[in-house]
C-alpha cells in the first residue's frame, strides 16, 4: 500500500496570506496525484487533478505541483472560505488519503 | 449534473450487520466504476471497495475483506454496500464516490454526501 504523508498536520495562517501544503508517497505515483478540500460535515471537495490541474470552478488561487513523490498544494491569498481540511489522494496504484493538513485562522 | 445519495446508516451492534445504499443520477451509472470510501471520525478517507461499471469485477480493502460485499443494479442507477460482522473499528461515515473516467487511472470526482453508520453496544 502507497501510504501518503503530509505535513504540517495544522497550518495557521491569517486571511490574505500564502499557505504551503507539503505531501509525500512512499513511492512513486507519476502524477496521478489530487487535493480535496472538506470542510465540517461535509464531503470531500475535489480541487486538483493530474497533480496541478485545477477541477472545474476551482478559483486561480489553488494551484498544486510535484510529481514522483514530493507534491505540494499552494493557496496564494488565503479567503475565509479556505479555512478548512486539505487531503491528498493517490491514485497510481489502488487508492490511498493523507491524513490532512487543517488550515486554521492565525 | 451528478448527485449521489446515500443512505442506510444508522446505529448497530458489534458483530451485527448494515445494509448501505447509493442513488446515483445525472450521468451513466452503467459506464463508470463506482466506490465506497469511508471516514472515521477525525481521520483522512480510507478507500472500501470497488466495483467496475459492468458489475464484474470487484475489489476491497483489507480491513473489510471477506466481511463487506459491494454490488450494484444498473437498472436501479444504485450501489450498495453489504457490511457484516461489524466492529467499533467500521464506526465512519461512508461515501460512495465516482470515478472520474470511464477507463484508465481514475481519481474520485464526486462525492455523495455521506452516512453515517456507529458500532456500539
Known amino acids: 500500500e502507497i501510504v501518503m504523508t503530509q505535513s504540517p498536520a495544522t497550518l495557521s495562517v491569517s486571511p490574505g496570506e500564502r499557505a504551503t501544503l507539503s505531501c509525500r508517497a512512499s513511492?512513486?505515483?507519476?502524477?496521478?496525484l489530487a487535493w480535496y478540500q472538506q470542510k465540517p460535515g461535509q464531503a470531500p471537495r475535489l480541487l486538483i487533478y493530474g497533480a496541478s490541474t485545477r477541477a472545474t470552478g476551482i478559483p486561480a488561487r489553488f494551484s498544486g505541483s510535484g510529481s514522483g513523490t514530493e507534491f505540494t498544494l499552494t493557496i496564494s491569498s488565503l479567503q475565509s472560505e479556505d479555512f478548512a481540511v486539505y487531503y491528498c489522494?493517490?491514485?497510481?496504484?489502488?487508492?490511498?488519503f493523507g491524513q490532512g493538513t487543517k488550515v486554521e485562522i492565525k | 449534473q451528478v448527485q449521489l445519495v446515500e443512505s442506510g446508516g444508522g446505529v448497530v451492534q458489534p458483530g451485527r450487520s448494515l445494509r448501505l445504499s447509493c442513488a446515483a443520477s445525472?450521468?451513466?451509472?452503467?459506464?463508470?466504476?463506482m466506490h465506497w470510501v469511508r471516514q472515521a471520525p477525525g481521520k483522512g478517507p480510507e478507500w472500501v471497495a470497488v466495483m467496475s461499471y459492468d458489475g464484474n469485477s470487484k475489489y476491497y480493502g483489507d480491513s473489510v475483506k471477506g466481511r463487506f460485499t459491494i454490488s450494484r443494479d444498473n437498472s436501479k442507477n444504485t450501489l450498495y454496500l453489504q457490511m457484516n460482522t461489524l466492529g467499533h473499528e467500521d464506526t465512519a461515515v461512508y461515501y460512495c464516490a465516482k470515478g472520474s473516467a470511464a477507463t484508465g487511472t481514475y481519481y474520485f470526482d464526486h462525492w455523495g454526501q455521506g452516512t453515517l453508520a456507529t458500532v456500539s453496544s
Open positions: 513511492q512513486s505515483v507519476s502524477s496521478n
Open positions: 489522494h493517490q491514485y497510481n496504484n489502488w487508492w490511498t
Open positions: 445525472g450521468f451513466t451509472f452503467s459506464s463508470y466504476d
